[in-house]
């Protein structure tokens, strides 16, 4: 049987006060027959509107927030809604764990201090009859670091009373057994006690650290000696994580204490330096600065306009020195800061944290990236003030004239770091006290921290002068062995050696191989110390060896035998070419009978493969073509023809015109690993790097060429520099030249003491590791003595520059 089912619904509305009565049918089913029986819905109706009270209710709406520790005036708006009628807010509990200001629903929150967790109060809305259902407001506190601020731990402090008038503040609530990391304060000149730096002592035991407080300490033994006289101190300090803060006198010695502690094994998990205002850098030289440990972070600050202020008399070319001395530091571990409304007695004082935030804040974003490696910390210590602060005197730190100051820079180079480079370029007075040095004597060189060695006399010795800038270095891959010619020396003592020792110069040519074209055409091995090749007289490129003890050398391997090819002259890249820094190839030039092209000829050392020959099509033998050599990489072809500079792939194709001028230059690679050639310009031009691997312009290293000279960048084992020799008063130095974006930053070797007749001949040459160099002086005598013209002395020397036999020098960074 079909059934059907009709179900109708009746509703029927009668309003009465305070009350909604609906009358409806509702179905049932009885058997199989379904029917409708009536039915009364009675709803509340407060406020007479005929809506029912459960539709009409107002809402509130819960929310969940996220503050950060310390954060204040967070705003929080309350929110509801009613279908017909305008609410009203009202607080029902307030926050357990931090305070609600301000009137509903704009609300202002702020936590308690350091407080971080989560949080609530309540609220309802009102429509004017009804209340809404109460809900909470949600907020978590988020435990995010604010920098400057005081830490948690309560503070105590003890005076030891002893010579070195010494105070320790550390926090008092570390347990027994537990180490935390220790930093060393130096004060200013004249700090009676450690009173002087309240607040700065105080803030910093309050982030869980110990310091030690040591008045007048000249030397950086004044700091240990706590350590050694106290072993119950000694127990409680982390000494794998130390930080030196000085101020004034005490900022210029915080680098003679840190290289003090890290020789004693301190800070192998973390090391800071901050300097407030340095002074003189008392108990360090150039070398040691040089060479602090690599993790080392180093934020160093001036305070005033532009690093300047009325009560610091101190000139910043001197911490500017300092700054740039720091070699070993990457850039992105040490930063030059100014606070600019502060002055020199910033740092002291008993004053309230937020009058310090200059110092404070970057000083614990410091402490907390050294000693726990927050790396959220690291932009805040130390991406505040610049890298290159001088940035040739365009940069943040503002140098005013030297008479400004009343602690102005010192001539004095040889001790201590008082003097003004910023590792640039600055004249300084040639020195002409200095004695000619007696024959394998030395002296300390006294603008810069380098023992300069006389290491010929050729007065009486021939046939050993040392190699020319660019045809490879005079010393061998481990840097034992000297090669001066055709002679071989030992690189500490400066004997010779049994191998050409008591050889006349025909002897010693035949021993070293007879390369054709004499010297120019030997070069050491860069991967073998005890290989060099050569070409010879018979247009053979061979390797020679010596042997395990130093008393022979000889032929070990014909490479490439070229006699048969029709080359009435063939040479090493004409005197200069080199390998590339991976002893991977080499060029050959050479000129045919009748024929005034010049043939380059491509030699890959590892395949023992001729590449290739052909003739160039830029200038001609002994007329406008000088040299053509690989670049360091192995990835160019330099040529310097027709008074340019021409570059080319390793093909000898794809020209490129680098210079239109060609000077003295030599290929290396820069600070990034690239590719480069570097040359002088002359008419003061300056000094000039051309990248090779890609198509910028050149970058301008140094403003002068300070009267020419010679670069030689043979350090294939110190990338990023290369070494250069000048001539113009005042600058008649060797130096390393930096090869980065044209920072200008030099390290000073010696004052080579050439005359100005010979300046021509100094020729610079540089060891592999970049630690030694060679240059020949006649020490300033000129023409005085009038020896024959030495025809074995140094390319490019013209007959007027040898009128005195010139004796080679080796400087030596110890």
């Not at 819960?62 to 609410?87: A, K």
């Not at 061998?476 to 110069?505: C, P, Q, V």
């Not at 070409?535 to 048969?564: G, P, Y």
Request: include cysteine; aromatic fraction near 10%.
């Amino acid at each position: 049987m079909l059934k059907h089912i009709i179900l109708i619904l009746i509703l029927t509305n009668f309003i009465h006060s305070a009350m909604i009565t609906k009358k409806t049918f509702v179905p049932i089913l009885i058997g199989d027959i379904t029917t409708f029986i009536p039915y009364t819905i009675v709803s509340q109706d407060t406020d007479n509107d005929g809506i029912a009270d459960t539709i009409d209710r107002p809402k509130a709406y819960s929310q969940t927030l996220n503050f950060n520790t310390n954060s204040s005036n967070n705003s929080i708006t309350l929110t509801g809604s009613d279908n017909d009628n305008p609410i009203t807010f009202t607080l029902i509990t307030q926050a357990s764990h931090g305070t609600l200001s301000g009137t509903v629903p704009h609300l202002v929150y702020t936590p308690n201090h350091n407080y971080t967790g989560t949080d609530t109060f309540t609220f309802s809305v009102n429509d004017g009859s009804h209340n809404s259902t109460v809900v909470s407001i949600t907020i978590t506190i988020n435990s995010v670091r604010v920098y400057g601020q005081g830490g948690l731990h309560p503070i105590a402090h003890r005076d030891t009373n002893d010579t070195y008038k010494t105070s320790i503040y550390y926090p008092s609530d570390i347990p027994d057994g537990t180490k935390v990391p220790v930093v060393f304060f130096d004060p200013g000149y004249n700090s009676i006690d450690a009173s002087a730096y309240a607040s700065l002592l105080n803030f910093i035991a309050s982030h869980g650290y110990y310091v030690i407080y040591t008045k007048y300490s000249f030397d950086a033994i004044y700091h240990g000696h706590i350590l050694e006289s106290d072993s119950n101190l000694l127990s409680k300090l982390d000494t794998t994580n130390i930080g030196v803060i000085g101020h004034s006198l005490g900022g210029g010695n915080t680098f003679s204490i840190l290289d003090f502690f890290s020789k004693k094994g301190y800070g192998s998990n973390g090391r800071f330096i901050m300097t407030l205002e340095a002074w003189y850098a008392f108990g360090i030289d150039k070398i040691k600065m040089k060479n602090l440990p690599s993790n080392t972070n180093v934020l160093m600050q001036q305070y005033g306009i532009g690093g300047n202020n009325s009560a610091n008399d101190t000139d910043p070319r001197i911490p500017l020195t300092l700054y740039y001395l720091l070699d070993s530091i990457d850039n992105h571990k040490k930063d030059w800061q100014i606070v600019e409304d502060a002055d020199h007695s910033y740092p002291a004082g008993n004053q309230a944290y937020n009058s310090m935030q200059g110092l404070l804040k970057p000083l614990d974003a410091l402490m907390e990236y050294t000693f726990k490696g927050t790396s959220s910390a690291h932009d805040i210590a130390l991406e505040v003030g610049n890298d290159d602060p001088y940035a040739k005197g365009n940069g943040i730190q503002i140098v005013n004239p030297i008479n400004e100051y009343a602690y102005q820079c010192s001539q004095n180079t040889s001790f201590d770091i008082r003097y003004c480079d910023m590792r640039q370029f600055l004249a300084i007075d040639n020195n002409n006290s200095i004695p000619k040095p007696d024959y394998n004597t030395s002296y300390s060189e006294p603008s810069f921290a380098s023992t300069v060695t006389r290491i010929t006399e050729r007065s009486v010795q021939s046939y050993n002068m040392h190699p020319y800038p660019k045809q490879g270095s005079a010393w061998n891959d481990d840097m034992r062995i000297l090669h001066l010619g055709y002679r071989l020396y030992n690189a500490s003592s400066f004997e010779e050696l049994a191998i050409t020792k008591g050889l006349n110069g025909n002897q010693a040519y035949a021993k070293m191989g007879s390369p054709w074209h004499g010297p120019a055409d030997l070069r050491w091995s860069k991967k073998d110390a005890k290989k060099m090749y050569v070409l010879d007289s018979s247009q053979r490129f061979k390797t020679l060896r010596v042997n395990a003890d130093n008393s022979n050398i000889s032929t070990e391997n014909i490479l490439l035998d070229m006699s048969s090819k029709g080359y009435e002259d063939i040479t090493t890249g004409a005197n200069e070419g080199n390998l590339d820094y991976n002893d991977t190839h080499i060029l050959f030039t050479a000129k045919k009978a009748n024929d005034t092209r010049v043939y380059a000829l491509l030699y890959k050392i590892g395949d023992n493969t001729l590449l290739w020959e052909k003739p160039m099509t830029r200038g001609e033998w002994g007329i406008g073509f000088d040299w053509m050599s690989v670049d360091a990489k192995a990835q160019h072809i330099l040529v310097s023809t027709n008074n340019k500079i021409y570059l080319y792939d390793m093909n000898l194709e794809n020209e490129r015109l680098l210079e239109n001028f060609a000077e003295h230059g030599d290929a290396g690679i820069d600070s990034e690993g690239n590719s480069v050639y570097v040359q002088l310009k002359s008419g003061g031009g300056g000094v000039w790097m051309y990248h090779l691997d890609k198509i910028v312009a050149p970058i301008k290293m140094l403003r002068s060429n300070h009267g020419g000279g010679h670069i030689s960048c043979r350090n294939y084992k110190h990338l990023g520099w290369c070494y250069v020799n000048t001539a113009e008063n005042k600058y008649k130095e060797v130096f390393a030249l930096k090869l980065d974006n044209g920072s200008g930053i030099v390290d000073r070797m010696a004052q080579t003491q050439m005359s100005a007749q010979n300046a021509g001949c100094t020729q610079v040459n540089v060891s592999p590791d970049g630690k030694k160099v060679l240059f020949s002086s006649d020490w300033s005598q000129g023409s005085a003595e009038d020896y024959q013209a030495d025809l074995e002395s140094f390319k490019s020397c013209t007959a007027e520059d040898r009128l005195i036999k010139l004796d080679s020098y080796q400087v030596e960074f110890k």
